[in-house]
């Protein structure tokens, strides 16, 4: 066999192969990701050769294989690509692309932001895992010698003629002795399935194809199915539910990217901070962690991105800080939000049924990117007790589940009405046009429609429209960032204050006791502070409207908005639960039968030794027990108080059983 050339790499490269073993690559095992990958370029430039007229015959099947040798602890990688002539192998091989060892030292060391590929450095990864690789490859061109080229891992290396007859290349490894797992079938398959699922040519190993996936990503939209969609879906994210909508990326301007992004069913357990999105470049994998790409907001997102202009470092472990990152980042936010427009616009049931997961992201998106708040701000949606007059005879209807376990027709003609609004939700810019002569720019909003019910039913009851934000987003974020939006706009809870609307406001005509000099009301509120004894809560009188006064609640207990918001916040930073405010104010209604029959109670004439009638002494203990129902309406107990509200019906109830 004659020996064509011995030689050293590059002047000064035993500087080289330290940096790769101990610092340019982390995870060893990427070695096979590489070499895999450099097959299916040499793969791909055999086809466009033949298509150039380039190459002579027959294109073979394209195909790489996999071939483990544990008595001689060798692994090889074999392609019938485009194969190298003995000056590529000089140039490619020995050359490490065409920069000296001193140059790609310095570059790397200062920035390590050079993009992967620049110093064609990914066949150079193999020497972390072996003590020797080889080369053996014979070009596609006509009359070329077949080439043998191996090196030990230190700077010499031998070049010979080899006897390969088949175009293309084998690349053997013999694997260290700390490295012997890389000579298990199961870790070759789990590293295949990691790495290479995706790759366009089929990869062999112990007589079976390893990677069988489709890369849908890379293929039109309109020739795929919601099946294929959703079995991606499934594929990439096991055991978990399906996802509710997907956005299908394509461009190539200004930077070539493709990707199939999905909206997940929002979990409690899902960390939203964490990215769940895998990032690929031509079809190989490189992360599960592109936080840099995707914007906040839509980190819990998951899916998949793939471009080659998304610029990594050179071991392809992280992003890099570049132009490019901020540029992609910006057009994945517009096209999903070009695909939540189009779903409001096209399919009012499909976008409801969505809404409760995804209008997190899209308030979320609101609050964190100016662009993405200008383009979905017309399409957010809020839960109303506002509900739409009925359709008609023939208009065709979809049936959406809403919140409170309903089924609400939606209807598909727009001639119909707002199909949201028939559902029970509305925009905020609808809201405010609609109730614009009863109160204008002003919000009444709920966040627990359980606990804060009676307050809700007073409102509708005078036929005031309430808004539903009871999400965490929407309690501690949204509502303030929506009054710097529409800073002429106030937000009220219903619990913080009673609307004008609500109350009877001719107290002229009330009448006045003789004996006392007083009021019913002046009665009514002195009789509470007496039996409630407490001067940290603020205690009025007021009057209720309703047709039926025992629709409406005897007392309220209600927390005013701003020092409300400000213990929220404060709670929340230090990471606790709100303790109720000892100061609040309880509403007394004096149009209430119940409220009417204490005072009368009061005023029973027999008086014990102890001062007191017993009458008296069963409207004081009915006094508190009112101020404990309003106090449970808020969910102002704590343990204690729960204790002493049952110790205190109880009396109640035997009194009045006796």
Request: glycine share 4%.
């Amino acid at each position: 066999m004659a020996v064509l050339e011995k030689g050293n790499i590059t002047i000064h490269t035993e500087n080289i192969f330290p940096i790769i073993k101990k610092s340019l690559y982390t995870d060893h095992e990427i070695f096979l990701r590489e070499l895999i990958s450099n097959a299916v370029d040499a793969i791909a430039k055999r086809k466009m050769a033949a298509y150039a007229a380039e190459a002579q015959g027959d294109l073979p099947e394209p195909e790489i294989s996999i071939v483990v040798d544990k008595v001689n602890k060798t692994l090889s990688i074999t392609d019938n690509g485009i194969g190298m002539t003995v000056d590529e192998v000089k140039k490619y091989i020995n050359q490490v692309a065409f920069s000296s060892a001193e140059e790609f030292i310095e570059k790397y060391q200062k920035t390590a932001n050079d993009l992967i590929g620049h110093f064609g450095l990914g066949f150079y990864s193999a020497f972390m895992v072996s003590t020797k690789v080889e080369i053996d490859t014979l070009s596609f061109q006509p009359g070329a010698q077949a080439v043998h080229w191996s090196c030990d891992g230190s700077p010499q290396f031998e070049l010979t003629d080899s006897d390969r007859t088949q175009v293309g290349t084998t690349v053997t490894l013999t694997i260290m002795e700390e490295e012997q797992e890389y000579l298990e079938a199961s870790r070759i398959r789990q590293l295949v399935k990691t790495y290479s699922d995706f790759m366009a040519v089929p990869i062999r190993f112990e007589g079976e194809t390893l990677n069988k996936q489709r890369a849908l990503w890379k293929e039109s939209p309109q020739n795929l199915t919601k099946e294929d969609y959703l079995e991606l879906y499934r594929y990439l994210y096991p055991f978990q539910e399906d996802p509710l909508l997907w956005v299908h990326l394509n461009t190539d301007y200004p930077f070539l990217l493709n990707g199939i992004l999905y909206f997940p069913k929002l979990r409690p357990d899902v960390d939203v901070s964490r990215g769940q999105i895998k990032l690929f470049c031509n079809q190989v994998f490189v992360s599960d962690h592109c936080e840099e790409v995707i914007p906040e907001f839509l980190m819990p997102l998951r899916g998949v991105i793939d471009s080659p202009d998304i610029p990594l470092n050179v071991s392809r472990s992280a992003l890099t800080n570049h132009r490019t990152v901020r540029r992609i980042a910006d057009y994945i936010a517009k096209k999903v939000g070009d695909r939540l427009k189009a779903l409001y616009s096209e399919n009012a049931a499909e976008y409801l049924k969505c809404w409760e997961d995804i209008g997190t992201f899209v308030k979320f998106g609101s609050l964190k990117d100016d662009k993405f708040k200008q383009q979905v701000e017309e399409i957010l949606l809020y839960r109303t007790t506002y509900k739409a007059e009925g359709k008609t005879e023939d208009a065709p209807t979809v049936e959406v589940q809403t919140e409170d376990d309903a089924w609400a027709d939606v209807s598909a003609d727009k001639n119909d009405g707002d199909p949201y609004e028939k559902a029970g939700y509305t925009t905020l810019k609808s809201y405010l046009a609609r109730n614009k002569e009863r109160h204008e720019n002003r919000v009444f909003y709920c966040t627990d429609q359980s606990t804060q019910a009676t307050y809700v039913e007073l409102y509708k009851n005078q036929g005031i429209e309430i808004l539903f934000m009871e999400s965490f987003i929407d309690t501690n974020y949204f509502i303030p960032f929506l009054e710097r939006e529409y800073s002429e706009v106030k937000f009220s809870r219903v619990d913080s204050e009673l609307d004008k609307t609500l109350l009877e406001e001719d107290k002229a005509n009330e009448i006045i006791d003789p004996a006392t000099n007083k009021s019913r009301s002046e009665q009514i509120k002195e009789l509470f502070e007496k039996a409630l004894n407490n001067p940290k809560i603020n205690i009025r009188t007021e009057s209720l409207k309703a047709d039926d006064p025992h629709s409406t609640p005897p007392a309220m207990v209600l927390l005013p908005e701003a020092m409300r918001r400000l213990r929220e916040m404060t709670a929340m930073m230090q990471q606790q639960a709100m303790a109720f405010p000892d100061e609040h104010m309880l509403v007394i209604n004096v149009n209430h039968p119940l409220i009417h029959n204490i005072l009368s109670l009061s005023q029973g004439s027999i008086v014990q030794a102890s001062g007191e009638s017993p009458s008296g002494e069963l409207a004081k203990a009915l006094c508190l027990h009112v101020y404990d129902l309003a106090l449970m309406a808020q969910k102002g107990f704590d343990a204690d108080g729960m204790k002493g509200f049952i110790e205190r019906s109880n009396a109640v109830l035997t009194r009045l059983t006796q």
